[in-house]
């Protein structure tokens, strides 16, 4: 399933979130690194499921439960 960088770009905004705020956000739930942010932002690299999951979960408690972090088919 393709991942949705989009979703991360619109929860950064929607929380005021720096990439830096936001990996130390998910590092809490899973390490992730403020360089690693940058690259899915910039489709250079794809994240690993631990890190989508990490996402998913770090929305939800926000109350953001319309953002989705794969395309569906």
Do not use: C
Request: proline share 4%; hydrophobic share 40%.
């Amino acid at each position: 399933m393709p991942f949705l960088q989009e979703s991360v770009a619109e929860l950064m905004k929607r929380e005021n979130l720096s990439e830096r705020a936001l990996a130390l956000s998910l590092s809490k739930i899973n390490y992730v690194s403020n360089q690693s942010i940058n690259d899915w932002l910039k489709s250079k690299h794809q994240p690993r499921v631990e890190h989508i999951d990490s996402l998913y979960l770090f929305a939800r408690r926000l109350g953001h439960i319309d953002l989705e972090f794969y395309q569906t088919p």
